[in-house]
């Protein structure tokens, strides 16, 4: 983090290559029962997302459905507090509330176009439940949601919300019955009825071409997010800030970046209690490569390649891998990757709420974290930080921590 912007290597390519790698990073690693319906979802990415077609129907659904272009909003109070200049890109404005929307209605269009009769989708906290089954209702496809019978319980809102846009929530009791379980749940689904089931999947995760086709819907945050700056800020931003659990919020908006070599970019992880393997979800800062759910990536696991549970204030962060697309840009220097506590989430979360009037999700108060502490190293900087989310979710977990700690 020491190196001057100017420092910045340049990037030879972040596009995946014939088999879906990332550099060293990405693939398919998957049984032979998967492979068709990967091949077809392959076929159907290449031939419908370039389209003019659903190119255009997926802008008509952004703008009038999901509200976009969501608004750049300068931080003043933070901007004097930390002697910077800061401006948030503001996805929780965006319809449910933070930026999976973007992903889910895009996955929804495409299976459309595939001929499928029904979504499928995993969910951890549930946000991206409940954007799926948002996303399904307003296509009138009938959505089920897999999701860790642990996170049932602890996100019983958004069961709620998911139930009241007519999706099925089916609880996952196997393996760690969060959302790691979930994910293997629903591949196992779409594996029975690959071509009347749409996979649609939350994170930049999982066997190509998920991760390369979520940042591709992502990417409409980066695009705007450029653009504003130069309309609204008269230039490029320093620094790139972003929280990253399995990174599609962070390659969307960074992704319309990476060629911008004044720009630096940085992704911020869940540091949890600290650095100890099971004390945190930080795969790019603590990992070792492996496979996880179909990728070659950075993942926590122990010295016999256990994939070990993690812990995160957050639970939209709580995973144990990370998209192979982040684990080359961190190999290759374009993109720095570090990892900020539960502690110093809470208190950027305070800090935002209490002087700019805005209620982030915990989960977007990592990036806060990490963007205070790239002001107070690099004094006067333009700071653009990806505001993935709202915190309304969290108020559970927040009655147990910050306002206990107020009152
Ligand atoms: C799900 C979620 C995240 C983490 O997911 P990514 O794929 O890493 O973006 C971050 N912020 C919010 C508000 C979320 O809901």
Redesign the pocket.
């Known amino acids: 983090m020491n190196s001057r912007a100017k420092d910045v290597p340049p990037l030879k390519s972040s596009e995946p290559d014939a088999r879906g790698r990332y550099g060293e990073f990405g693939g398919r690693y998957v049984p032979e029962t998967l492979v068709a319906a990967l091949d077809r979802l392959q076929a159907g990415v290449d031939r419908h997302l370039p389209s003019e077609d659903f190119q255009s129907e997926y802008r008509r659904e952004l703008a009038t459905w999901v509200g976009r272009p969501t608004a750049l909003t300068r931080a003043h109070a933070l901007s004097r507090r930390w002697g910077a200049e800061v401006w948030l890109k503001r ?2 404005l965006a319809h449910t ?4 929307i973007n992903n889910a209605i895009g996955q929804t269009l495409l299976a459309k176009r595939l001929g499928a009769r029904r979504i499928i989708a995993e969910t ?2 549930g ?2 439940g409940v954007a799926s089954a948002a996303a399904a209702a307003r296509l009138g496809l009938p959505c089920t949601v897999y999701m860790g019978a642990v996170d049932v319980e602890r996100q019983a809102p958004n069961v709620g919300r998911m139930k009241l846009m007519g999706a099925t929530v089916v609880p996952v009791t196997s393996g760690d019955a969060t959302l790691r379980a979930a994910i293997d749940e629903a591949l196992r689904d779409w594996v029975s009825d690959p071509e009347g089931t749409y996979y649609s999947l ?3 995760v999982g066997p190509h071409p998920y991760p390369y086709l979520v940042r591709e819907l992502q990417s409409v945050i980066g695009r705007e997010a450029r653009r504003q700056m130069l309309d609204l800020a008269g230039g490029l931003p320093d620094v790139a800030v972003a ?8 390659i969307g908006l960074f992704h319309p970046f990476l060629a911008d070599a004044t720009v630096r970019l940085l992704g911020i992880e869940a540091g949890g209690r600290g650095p100890g393997l099971g004390d945190n979800a930080a795969s790019l800062t603590f990992g070792t490569p492996g496979v996880l759910q179909g990728s070659y990536t950075l993942i926590l696991q122990d010295e016999h390649g256990q994939v070990r549970e993690t812990h995160s204030v957050s639970a ?2 709580d995973y144990s891998g990370v ?1 192979p697309e982040h684990a080359h840009l961190m190999r290759s220097g374009r993109v720095a990757y570090q990892a900020a506590t539960d502690e110093e989430a809470l208190d950027a979360l305070s800090e935002c709420a209490r002087h700019e009037g805005i209620l982030i ?1 915990i ?2 108060a990592h990036a806060f974290a990490g963007a205070r502490r790239f002001a107070t190293a690099h004094p006067g900087s333009r700071i653009l930080i990806g505001c ?3 915190g309304d979710k969290d108020m559970p977990i927040l009655q147990r921590t910050v306002l206990e700690g107020l009152t």
């Open positions: 996805e929780d509330g933070a930026h999976k951890g906290a946000q991206h939350g994170s930049a929280c990253v659990g399995g990174g599609s919020n962070a939209g962060l998209g999700a989960e977007t993935s989310g709202r």
